[in-house]
């Protein structure tokens, strides 16, 4: 039996992407014919056409199964790959954007890693960022020392969440069930060997990019708060220094007021200092404190990450939980034999 390929593509107003991106794979499917393959298209709540064109891709399709779940509102990339997630049933999986930005042909050498060389993932990293605002690029950069510094996840630096994955990380991915998703650094914590695979950066076929600089801003913000405790455990050693600064003041003005016991002292501009600076620290740390409190709160609430609104995919295989796919799987099996 061949192997079944599968393509998750989150979709945001691509409407004028999809035909497009669905040519350029299929002359990668035709080459790989090995293999089976699925593309699964999530449509992230878009606005235009995006849905329509999808659907008329279902009808048209001549090479592997094409199939859309239309989530009811824009829930975001993070959860639209999710969505896309729970509902994969392929032996490999891969994600990748509507937009050809992340190259169809890199399928061929992801396959290769993973069926020949052992790995169970296969990553694709922009070794350029060509044709990509300067400012983005040294944020970015900015970005990717900083969170490797002070948090627990190692983010290379170009890795991209084009990636293709066993099965079994596959179901790694959904165990992870946090609604606040940090996929760059989902994958990094889950482990798994994984092979990088290079290329030079493309840019989108048609449309336009979903980010601006404040949601990049946000998302980088998000993935320190997803992984790094450190911030908290900083405030703590601040509040330990500043301690320790208030000793050594407080003595300085006990010698001082034993040496010269005649000077007089108001006072005032020192308590003014100490009052300001502790009232500085002490915001901070409270709304630091408060941004994971108001994490935990969205956490614990276990809203679900995604409301599907439409699907073509008949196949309820991945809607049971793990347990249940298993012992489907053995019956079938049992079946088969
Ligand atoms: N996307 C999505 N939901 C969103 C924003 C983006 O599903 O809320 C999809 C989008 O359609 C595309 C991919 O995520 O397939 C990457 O988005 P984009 O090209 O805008 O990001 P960039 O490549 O500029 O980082
Ligand atoms: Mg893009």
Redesign the pocket.
């Known amino acids: 039996m061949k192997k079944i390929v599968e393509l998750i593509v989150p979709c945001y107003n691509e409407e004028n992407c999809i035909q497009a991106f669905y040519d350029s794979v299929r002359e990668v499917f035709k080459k790989l014919y090995k293999y089976d393959f699925i593309i699964t298209f999530v449509d992230d709540g878009s606005k235009d056409n995006t849905l329509n064109i999808i659907k008329e891709v279902v009808d048209t399709a001549t090479i592997g199964i094409v199939q859309y779940i239309s989530l009811s509102r824009n829930f975001g990339k993070e959860s639209a790959i999710y969505a896309g997630l729970s509902k994969s049933r392929g032996d490999y999986v891969a994600l990748l954007?509507a937009?050809l930005?992340h190259p169809p042909e890199l399928l061929a050498k992801m396959l290769d890693a993973l069926e020949n060389e052992g790995y169970d993932r296969a990553t694709a990293r922009r070794i350029s960022r060509t044709g990509e605002p300067v400012i983005r690029s040294l944020f970015s950069r900015a970005f990717y020392h900083i969170i490797n510094h002070v948090t627990v996840i190692d983010l290379v630096p170009g890795s991209t969440d084009y990636c293709l994955m066993r099965r079994s990380v596959v179901e790694a991915m959904l165990s992870m069930t946090e609604r606040e998703r940090f996929t760059k650094g989902i994958y990094t914590w889950v482990g798994y060997k994984n092979k990088w695979i290079e290329y030079e950066n493309v840019e989108?076929v048609a449309g336009r990019?979903k980010w601006n600089f404040i949601g990049l801003l946000r998302y980088a913000y998000s993935g320190f708060v997803a992984f790094a405790t450190t911030p908290l455990r900083g405030v703590v050693y601040l509040g330990v220094v500043i301690t320790i600064a208030a000793f050594i003041y407080a003595l300085n003005i006990w010698i001082n007021a034993v040496r010269e016991p005649y000077v007089p002292r108001t006072g005032y501009s020192s308590i003014m200092i100490v009052m300001l600076f502790l009232g500085g620290v002490i915001i901070t740390t409270l709304g630091m404190i408060g941004e994971y409190l108001a994490r935990i709160y969205m956490e614990v609430k276990r809203r679900p990450i995604y409301f599907e609104r439409e699907t073509n995919i008949v196949d309820n295989y991945m809607t049971c939980d793990k347990e249940e796919r298993i012992n489907n799987q053995v019956e079938n099996n049992n079946g088969a034999m």
């Open positions: 954007d937009d930005q989108r990019t």
